[in-house]
C-alpha cells in the first residue's frame, strides 16, 4: 500500500497554479469581460467538488499570481506548473494524479464551453494543457 505524503504549501500553491492557471489560459483565449466571467464561474465547479488531496490543495490557500502582460508569460509559468503539480502528486500522492488531470480538464473544458460553444483556439490552448498534464514518455 503506497502512503499519501503530506504536501507542502508551496507544492499546493504548485497544485493551485496550474489549476487555476489552466482556466485562465483558456479564458484569456477570448477575450471580453462576460466571456471571462462565464468561464471562471462554469469552470469553479470542477475545481470545488474535487476530492482528497486535490481538493485540500485547491480550496486552501491563495489564489497563485499570475503574470499579466501576456499569454506567453502566463503560458511559461502555467504550463510547467502543471507539469510539475503530475510530479509532486506521482511522489507524494500517485492515487490522486488521475483526479488532478480530470479536475483541470473538466474544468478547461468547462470554461471553454460556457460562452457561445468551444472554439478552435479554445481547443488547442486545451490540448497544450492536456500535453502539460502528460506523464513523460
Sequence with gaps: MIMEQRLTDEERLTLRTGAFGAVV????VEPGVLALVRESFAASAPLADSSGVVKAALT???LPRLPRES?????SVVLPALTRAVAILREKSPQDVRTYREVVLAAADQAAGAHRGVTPP????IERIRDALAEPA
Design 122 to 125: 479554445e481547443a488547442a490552448m
Design 71 to 75: 499569454e506567453l508569460e502566463i503560458e
Design 60 to 62: 486552501s490557500g491563495s
Design 25 to 28: 489560459l483558456v479564458s484569456n
